[in-house]
């Protein structure tokens, strides 16, 4: 079954020093993206980075990082050069090619502090 | 260009009456899902229309029914509302349908925060 476990409910970082955040998932599907969302208190949900199955190097976008483990199943976000504004909630999530659904973690409230 | 967008932002109803919510897709997205988000959860998957049919639902009663209309924007309907129905209403918009390769991003918008009272 699809599963997403985000185990970190909050986070706190320092400003200007990095983070990971921590997120597993579960598949049978061997084709699958997986995806980190940044929602703010607004309650919008904002794309960072994806990540999909076959790909071979972990993906970046900018302070973004994604250490992809697929042995493990593993899909870490990892926020360099923390900033204020980083201060959110963060989502992990998959969809397997198959389906029409991203399937969500319950996330990881993140807290910089200046 | 214009991310998603959704109408309206706020809205307050009582139990057993109806709700339509709205969105508009990015310009080129064919494809609109939508999903629930209950305070301290993540977002539950709704349906997803793609080329105005229902492609995909996710455990929802028959209550939540939706509509693609051909502009490609969307409605949600949620008849005889719960106090359970609470939550915040996330539209997204991808290019694609589900099934198609997972590099097809959904993208959402601000969303629709309902009270059911």
């Known amino acids: 079954a699809q599963k997403i476990t985000q185990t970190q409910p909050g986070m706190f970082v320092q400003e200007k020093e990095a983070v990971t955040l921590d997120c597993t998932y579960d598949?049978?599907?061997?084709?699958?993206?997986l995806f980190w969302y940044k929602q703010p208190s607004s309650g919008e949900m904002i794309f960072l980075i994806y990540?999909?199955?076959?790909?071979?190097q972990n993906a970046t976008e900018g302070r973004y990082s994604l250490n992809f483990q697929k042995a493990r199943k593993s899909a870490n976000l990892v926020i360099s050069a923390s900033q204020l504004g980083d201060s959110a909630m963060y989502f992990c999530?998959?969809?397997?090619?198959?389906?029409?659904?991203?399937?969500f973690g319950s996330g990881t409230r993140l807290l910089v502090r200046p | 260009d214009a991310g998603v967008t959704q109408s309206p932002t706020h809205l307050i109803k009582t139990r057993g009456q109806h709700v339509t919510l709205r969105c508009s897709p990015i310009?080129?997205?064919?494809?609109v899902s939508w999903y629930q988000q209950v305070l301290g959860q993540g977002p539950q998957f709704i349906f997803q229309?793609?080329?105005?049919?229902?492609?995909g639902r996710g455990n929802f009663p028959d209550r939540f029914s939706g509509h693609q209309f051909p502009n490609y924007s969307s409605e949600l309907n949620v008849n005889a509302l719960l106090l359970g129905d609470s939550a915040l209403y996330l539209c997204?918009?991808?290019?694609?349908?589900?099934?198609?390769?997972?590099?097809?991003?959904?993208?959402f918008g601000p969303g629709t925060r309902l009270t059911v009272l």
């Open positions: 229309y793609y080329e105005k049919e229902e492609r």
């Open positions: 310009s080129g997205h064919k494809s």
């Open positions: 598949t049978s599907d061997p084709s699958y993206g």
């Open positions: 997204a918009s991808s290019l694609k349908a589900g099934g198609a390769k997972s590099t097809d991003t959904q993208y």
């Open positions: 990540q999909g199955s076959y790909d071979q």
């Open positions: 999530a998959m969809r397997e090619d198959s389906s029409y659904k991203l399937i």
